[in-house]
């Protein structure tokens, strides 16, 4: 379908962000040009989120979820998300507002030209501590991946359908989408876009997660590069 984004919204225990997230991503299916779906994936959560996520389903036609039995990961929301996706074009953003879903118009001026567009946070509004836990793990990754992308944490991004739904996911490969991309011989983007602090409810990411866990994922990177196939068919008969 021309013009069609699916905004994949991964929850676990956001009981305290889910009115103000179903408000924002209302406000921008009604302001865009493109034909916009919401897909909530609630991570097993614990807390009255699929509450209020299934009062939003209702109120709203476009509005949908996934429910899982149990809590995996983001990863694996995200996964679960480009599984279902049926429009031409995803999109993912936290639930929790700290960036603006407005800003997807910045990343789909350039979607046409690239298989990829993610965000980069200016300004962000977090504490020193994780601001710079995020640019070490940042660093670490770009040396093992060579993407040339400065902020694969962004919870903002633009993908062609067909290219998600070819990326093999496992736990800590969302850190690793860009890097995916390219695996495809695909082309990737980043674009500046605004950041806010949290506001509600609490960072489901500490210290230890910030980077221990994105090194870790670096050696299953370079092993799934290692195996990873891709082809092109040239004819068929």
């Not at 406000?27 to 299934?54: A, P, R």
């Not at 899982?68 to 990961?73: D, H, K, T």
């Not at 946070?121 to 504490?127: A, W």
């Amino acid at each position: 379908m021309e013009k069609s984004l699916t905004i994949i919204v991964p929850v676990y225990n956001e009981e305290e962000n889910i009115e103000r997230i179903a408000s924002a991503l209302k406000n921008y299916q009604d302001s865009t040009d493109y034909l916009v779906k919401i897909l909530f994936v609630n991570d097993g959560s614990s807390d009255e989120s699929q509450t209020l996520i299934d009062k939003f389903c209702q109120e709203y036609p476009d509005f949908h979820y996934i429910e899982f039995a149990q809590n995996r990961g983001l990863s694996a929301a995200i996964m679960a998300g480009f599984d279902h996706v049926e429009t031409s074009l995803a999109g993912y953003i936290d639930a929790d507002l700290q960036t603006d879903p407005r800003d997807f118009d910045l990343l789909l001026e350039h979607i046409d030209d690239f298989d990829l567009v993610t965000g980069v946070r200016t300004g962000r509004k977090e504490s020193f501590v994780k601001n710079m836990s995020s640019t070490i793990a940042n660093k670490i990754r770009r040396a093992f991946t060579h993407d040339g992308m400065d902020d694969t944490g962004c919870p903002l991004k633009i993908i062609r359908s067909e290219v998600a739904k070819r990326i093999p996911m496992f736990n800590g490969l969302h850190r690793f989408l860009p890097a995916m991309v390219l695996l495809q011989n695909g082309k990737i983007k980043q674009v500046p876009v605004r950041h806010y602090p949290r506001i509600a409810g609490q960072a489901k990411f500490g210290l230890l997660n910030r980077l221990w866990g994105p090194l870790q994922d670096c050696f299953a990177y370079l092993w799934m590069k290692k195996k990873y196939i891709n082809y092109t068919v040239k004819k068929r008969g």
